[in-house]
């Protein structure tokens, strides 16, 4: 089994940083791509960056040139740095792995429980 334990979340005045973290723990061959969702308040949840295993980023439209994401596969952990944070940034973060438990296993999907984020004044 694999855990993977958010860590980052918080309020923020608009404008401001805040730096999300998820490490991943358990029985684990190999990490293919790290994401980072995000829900809001009655609102279907949407990919907002993610990362291949050789370092290859992508991100959501709404929140390209504010928002980095990296990742540290020594530590099996995925950063998500977030800056000149808006209003309709607020939402519960998820952290999402795609995780081979050995060279034979499929890939499974993993998620992390979720962490806060709003960006109010």
């Known amino acids: 089994q694999v855990q993977l334990v958010e860590s980052g979340g918080g309020l923020v005045q608009p404008g401001g940083s805040l730096r999300l973290s998820c490490a991943a723990s358990?029985?684990?061959?190999?990490?293919?791509?790290m994401a980072w969702y995000r829900q809001a308040p009655g609102k279907q949840r949407e990919l907002v960056a993610a990362?291949?295993?050789?370092?290859?980023?992508t991100y959501s439209d709404a929140v390209k040139g504010r928002f980095t994401i990296s990742r540290d596969n020594a530590k099996n952990a995925v950063y998500l740095q977030m800056n000149s944070l808006k209003p309709e940034d607020t939402a519960v973060y998820y952290c999402?792995?795609?995780?081979?438990?050995?060279?034979?296993?499929?890939?499974?999907?993993?998620w992390g429980q979720g962490t806060q984020v709003t960006v109010s004044s």
């Open positions: 999402n792995a795609g995780v081979r438990s050995s060279w034979l296993s499929n890939e499974i999907n993993y």
């Open positions: 990362v291949t295993s050789g370092g290859t980023t």
């Open positions: 358990g029985s684990m061959y190999s990490i293919n791509a």
